[in-house]
Each structure stands twice: as structure tokens, then as C-alpha cells.
């Protein structure tokens, strides 16, 4: 997890969370604020007014948004939970506003008061009074600084998230709403739908990781610079194989394109005590079950799960045609 943290002075205060899935490239923002609302308000572009919002149970402060690699974004906020469709962020070619977040203060955000490895600090220059504007967007990875960038994120070296920042607000406060608010401004969807299905941008996400990752490998070999790309395409058409085991003891195929129902995975070992168990995807992600298989290995005469590498001797999907 990487931390903003904006400095004034000697004091830091923290402004967002930011934490990459690796599994599937997807960039989790989390506006932090310690805390619980009772009630909020509401408003959108069409109206004048704003609607004041009570909640049935008080509800966290801190505001959480989820940017797919297939292009949606998912607003897990109060007091109206909804989704936006942007350009898958493997295709981007221009910056892509997600959120606005307009902060009434510097001192109105909570202190950082330990710094971690990972954290961003940026310090402010001058005095800031009255209220600071933020503004998060997905990049592609190439993009010269926006203005008022203060910070980026790129991920597997191919997109990421900007955050710019500019004094005052970043829209006009409707009457009535305190000062002292804090404004999450939701944009518009750029798509009216999403461009590409999550099980798809799973799979081009995992093949730019084995990408990067035989890239690195040539780095420090002797072959050649002039063939490395001709290899790490070989590489990569040739799929990763099965994957494993993780520290909990799975282990991960990912198909290289997706399949029409969910695939079985038969699984031989070269000491027959072992058998391999397939975790139900319906539970993790089922958006992914077409594409991803996963298995823990079972020792039988010990009957205990085995969390370290064993010898596969053949491996294979099975689907119905």
C-alpha cells in the first residue's frame, strides 16, 4: 500500500490509500478519514438543489473507489454507490478524470504521525488557506505531468493514476452545504458501457506481468538485447503454465483466452499419495471463473494440506465441447 501525504510545515496529514490487486491490475483508492457521517448530502449537475441524506447506521468516513483494468470503476461510497465505464486501462491514451475530492482544510485532515516505506509526501509551498481541490485520473503510463501534478502511480509499467492539485474547489458549493464539508465529485461515465470484459483485461493483465517478467530475466542474460522481443513474444504466446504454490499452497492456472464454461483441471503427480483439489472460484471471483483455475494439493497418507512445491508429472484442462 502507498500513502499521499501532504506536508505543510512540520505537518503531515494524510490524503489517500492507494493498493494494487496483483492478480488483476485493478487499482483500489481509498480517501482516508477517520471516523463515521449519520448524515450526508447529495447533489448532481442537473439541479440546483441538494438532497440531505440521513443514514440508517452511521457510516465510515473514508471513501473507496476500485479502478478495474477493464475500465470500470466502482464508487463503494456514501450516500450513492454506483459505477462509471472508462477505456480499459490498457488501451489509454489520455489522462481520465475517476474522482474529485475537495478537502475544506489542511488541518481538517487527519495527521500522519508515523511515515512508512512506500509513502508519498508532498509538501506544500506557502500557506494554504481554505480549501484544496484533488483531482484522481487514470494515465497511460507515457504521459507527460498534467498540470498540478503532484503524484503517479503506474502499475507493471503500462498505466496508473494521477492526482493533481489545485487551491479552492473544484466546482461551485451548493447553498447550504457547511464549509466545513468534505465534496467527493463522482464525473460523468466517458462509456456507456464496459468496453471489455473482466475475464479478458485478466488476461492481458497477466500476460504484460509474464511479459515484464521475462523481460527482466533477459536483462541479466546474455542474449542478445536485439532478440529480446522476438523471445518475450514467444514467451508469452507459450502461456505460463501452472503457477505455484502461493504461501497459502495454491496454485493457479490461467488460460489464454477464455473458455466456454468453467474448465476442470485434471492434475497427476509423480507420488500418487498427493490429489489435487480444485478452490471454487464462484467464491473469489466468478467473473473469472472461465479463465482461472486454482488448486491446493492434498497429501492423503498424512491428510494434511502440502504448502510446498510437489512434482507434476502431467497436467491438463478438461471442458465440455
Not at 489522462?95 to 516505506?117: H, M, N
Not at 509499467?157 to 467527493?184: D, I, K, M, N, Q
Not at 518475450?232 to 489464454?256: L, S
Not at 488448486?295 to 512445491?309: C, H, L, N, S, T
Request: proline content about 6%; glycine content about 6%.
Amino acid at each position: 500500500m502507498s500513502r499521499l501525504i501532504i506536508k505543510q510545515g512540520v505537518v503531515l496529514r494524510r490524503v489517500a490509500n492507494v493498493e494494487i490487486a496483483n492478480h488483476d491490475g485493478s487499482i483500489n483508492l481509498a480517501l482516508v478519514r477517520s471516523g463515521f457521517n449519520s448524515f450526508g448530502w447529495h447533489w448532481d449537475s442537473t439541479r440546483s438543489d441538494f438532497d440531505t441524506v440521513e443514514y440508517a447506521e452511521p457510516e465510515p468516513k473514508t471513501q473507496r473507489i476500485s479502478i478495474h483494468a477493464s475500465g470500470r470503476v466502482n464508487f463503494h461510497v456514501t450516500p450513492n454507490h454506483g459505477v462509471n465505464f472508462i477505456p480499459c486501462l490498457l488501451d489509454l491514451t489520455e489522462a481520465v478524470p475517476v474522482v474529485g475530492y475537495v478537502i475544506p482544510s489542511f488541518s481538517a485532515l487527519d495527521l500522519a504521525e508515523k511515515i512508512r516505506a512506500g509513502d508519498h509526501i508532498v509538501e506544500l509551498e506557502g500557506v494554504f488557506e481554505g480549501a484544496l481541490g484533488f483531482e484522481f485520473s487514470a494515465i497511460p503510463f507515457n504521459l507527460p505531468l498534467l498540470e498540478g501534478e503532484i503524484w503517479r502511480f503506474i502499475v507493471e509499467g503500462r498505466y496508473g493514476l494521477a492526482c493533481t492539485l489545485f487551491p479552492g474547489s473544484l466546482f461551485s458549493v451548493r447553498h447550504g452545504v457547511p464549509p466545513e464539508a468534505f465534496s467527493l465529485i463522482r464525473p460523468s461515465s466517458l462509456l456507456p458501457e464496459q468496453s471489455i470484459p473482466e475475464d479478458q483485461a485478466f488476461i492481458r493483465f497477466q500476460e504484460l506481468m509474464h511479459a515484464n517478467q521475462a523481460r527482466q530475466a533477459l536483462i541479466s542474460s546474455t542474449v542478445p538485447e536485439p532478440e529480446h522481443d522476438r523471445i518475450i513474444e514467444e514467451i508469452v504466446r507459450a502461456g505460463r503454465g501452472i503457477q505455484g504454490p502461493n504461501k497459502e499452497g495454491v496454485w493457479e492456472v490461467v488460460c489464454t483466452v477464455p473458455m466456454r464454461i468453467r474448465p476442470e483441471l485434471v492434475v497427476h503427480f509423480s507420488d500418487n499419495r498427493y490429489r489435487a483439489e480444485l478452490i471454487d472460484m464462484t467464491s473469489l471471483d466468478r467473473r473469472l471463473e472461465k479463465v482461472r483455475v486454482r488448486f491446493k494439493v492434498y497429501d492423503q497418507q498424512a491428510q494434511k494440506w502440502i504448502k510446498r512445491p510437489v512434482e507434476i508429472t502431467q497436467a491438463f484442462l478438461d471442458a465440455e465441447l
